[in-house]
Structure formats: structure tokens, C-alpha cells
């Protein structure tokens, strides 16, 4: 199996910057696609941005320009900076990833991390 622990969400001014870490552990072969998603109060999870073992990188609108996500493939680890927060960005962050495990016989399977809160609030 596949744990994902995701870090550095927390309280922030409109107009700060956070970075988030999500961190996949476990019996991996290895890693395809990793991504951010948000859910906020009230509304259904959302996707925030994907990158391809590759480095491709994909971004829902509402975030071009602010966010940008990056991975490192060794430590099997994705990443979320997060610049000129919105209160609007107010939501719960999870990670997920599409892994091979074991002797890496398919197929991929998609992984979740347990979320981390971020608030973006004066």
C-alpha cells in the first residue's frame, strides 16, 4: 500500500504564500502522475493542478500564475507553492498519486492523502 502525508497548511493573510508537501511512502515501484485538489465548505473537491512524472504541468484557471506545482521524483514528493493567497483559496489541500506498487504488475492506482487546512483570512 501507499501512504501519502501532506504538511505546511495552515493560517494566512490575503496576499501570503504557503508551500505544501505531500510525501508518498510505502511499497512503491514507482509513481505516474501526482496532483492538488481543494475542497472548500459547502462544495465539491475540486482540481488544483497535476504534473506528470515528466515535469507536465496542467492548472485550473482560477490559480495560473499564483500557484506552481513541482515533484521530486527520488523522494517521491509533490509540491504546492502557493503565492498572493485569495480568501477564495480557503479549503482543505489534498495530494494524490497514481502508483505502482510492489513488483510494479499494473494497473496504477490512485492514492489520497488525509488533507491539510488551508485559511487564507485577515
Known amino acids: 500500500q501507499v501512504q501519502l502525508v501532506e504538511s505546511g497548511g495552515g493560517l494566512v493573510q490575503p496576499g501570503g504564500s504557503l508551500r505544501l508537501s505531500c510525501a508518498a511512502s510505502?511499497?512503491?515501484?514507482?509513481?505516474?502522475?501526482m496532483g492538488w485538489y481543494r475542497q472548500a465548505p459547502g462544495k465539491q473537491r475540486e482540481l488544483v493542478a497535476t504534473?506528470?512524472?515528466?515535469?507536465?504541468?496542467n492548472y485550473v484557471n482560477s490559480v495560473k500564475g499564483r500557484f506552481t506545482i513541482s515533484r521530486d521524483n527520488a523522494k517521491n514528493t509533490v509540491y504546492l507553492q502557493m503565492n498572493s493567497l485569495k480568501p477564495d483559496d480557503t479549503a482543505v489541500y489534498y495530494c494524490?498519486?497514481?502508483?505502482?506498487?510492489?513488483w510494479g504488475r499494473g494497473p496504477y492506482v490512485t492514492y489520497w492523502g488525509q488533507g491539510t487546512q488551508v485559511t487564507v483570512s485577515s
Open positions: 494524490n498519486a497514481d502508483a505502482l506498487t510492489g
Open positions: 510505502g511499497s512503491i515501484f514507482s509513481i505516474s502522475d
Open positions: 504534473i506528470t512524472r515528466g515535469g507536465s504541468r
